[in-house]
């Protein structure tokens, strides 16, 4: 069954799959379930076709769900990606059950947490129709979503002492790594989200060009649709700092690099996203080949700052005087 739960998570993420395995056994399987199981509440809280009278109880107590033995879900709808991770959920329980009772312990407490805050959103009706309101909610969101996992793999990695025990009680760090991370795929999403009635950018932000999220891909809103976007990468860069202060306190090779790859094809994939209207159009990516080198690239905490730095530049020769951000982008 263990075999089964590292197929399921190279069908749910590939690039999260390569960076898991890498690391140390001592923590790779905690971080493997850690995955499958966020997972799991992600694709009950994303799925459009559960009543919300269903999805949140699911989700308030899907920390205790995790330890009934032989649980499986079958009702996602038949288009949900990670439908088959549900309907064969018994495995990744079995494999959770036989892990130390101290990763268990952070697993459980970060899926109580997620979930109730999963469950805030699915039932916040005003959240439904307007989505994300202020930059603080943008924040908040991103933290039941992401600076969680974020918080809650930095855990594992000091309990399982690979990394410092002192480590544990850092929050601030982790969280920001993972809005880094969260913010950049909410960008990148924008035309699946908009299509299937999702809004996650902030209202604050979007709410000064247009009067609605979907129109900033209509013909005729193309400097908007930029300036936009602009101002929500800005937003996004603010937490590079606390990143790079992070990645620098990390001792571990394999943990550095299970942490460095996503940030920087997050900050790759920015620089890419930023003035380019292609990002209302389709799901834009990086190329396969700029992926590889980065990966090969993330070594330690100097070639990772010289990758920040590239990409910091490419973002400030693209910057546009004209763009009203244009001074804050570059400071930022």
Excluded at 289 to 308: F, H, P, Q, R
Excluded at 314 to 331: C, E, R, Y
Aim: charged share 25%.
């Amino acid at each position: 069954s263990k075999i089964r739960c590292y197929e399921f998570l190279k069908q749910t993420s590939r690039s999260f799959a390569t960076v898991i395995q890498e690391l140390d056994e001592e923590v790779r399987d905690a971080v493997c379930l850690f995955y499958l199981i966020l997972r799991g509440m992600d694709t009950i809280e994303d799925d459009m076709t559960l009543p919300i009278e269903n999805k949140e109880p699911l989700l308030r107590t899907f920390n205790e769900i995790i330890y009934k033995k032989g649980w499986t879900y079958t009702e996602s709808g038949p288009d949900e990606r990670d439908r088959n991770l549900l309907l064969e959920f018994d495995v990744v329980i079995e494999e959770f059950l036989h892990l130390k009772k101290e990763y268990r312990d952070i697993i459980t407490d970060i899926a109580s947490k997620t979930g109730n805050g999963m469950a805030d959103y699915v039932k916040n009706a005003e959240h439904n129709k307007c989505g994300v309101i202020t930059n603080n909610d943008f924040d908040l969101y991103c933290y039941y979503v992401a600076g969680l996992v974020g918080i809650g793999l930095n855990g594992l990695f000091s309990a399982s002492g690979l990394e410092s025990p002192d480590l544990a009680n850092e929050t601030k760090l982790p969280y920001a790594m993972g809005l880094f991370l969260q913010k950049t795929n909410i960008l990148r999403d924008y035309l699946d989200d908009v299509l299937n009635g999702r809004k996650y950018w902030p209202k604050e932000i979007w709410g000064k060009y247009a009067d609605d999220l979907s129109l900033l891909k209509e013909p005729g809103y193309e400097k908007e649709a930029i300036e936009c976007l602009s101002e929500v990468i800005m937003n996004t860069l603010q937490h590079v700092p606390d990143c790079l202060t992070y990645l620098y306190r990390l001792k571990n090779p394999s943990v550095f690099r299970f942490c460095a790859i996503p940030q920087v094809m997050a900050m790759a994939t920015l620089a890419f996203m930023f003035r380019n209207i292609e990002v209302y159009k389709k799901i834009v990516k990086i190329r396969k080949g700029v992926t590889v080198k980065l990966i090969l690239k993330c070594n330690n905490i100097y070639e990772v700052a010289s990758i920040y730095r590239h990409y910091g530049r490419v973002i400030i020769a693209k910057n546009d005087p004209k763009d009203p951000n244009f001074l804050k982008i570059s400071m930022a």
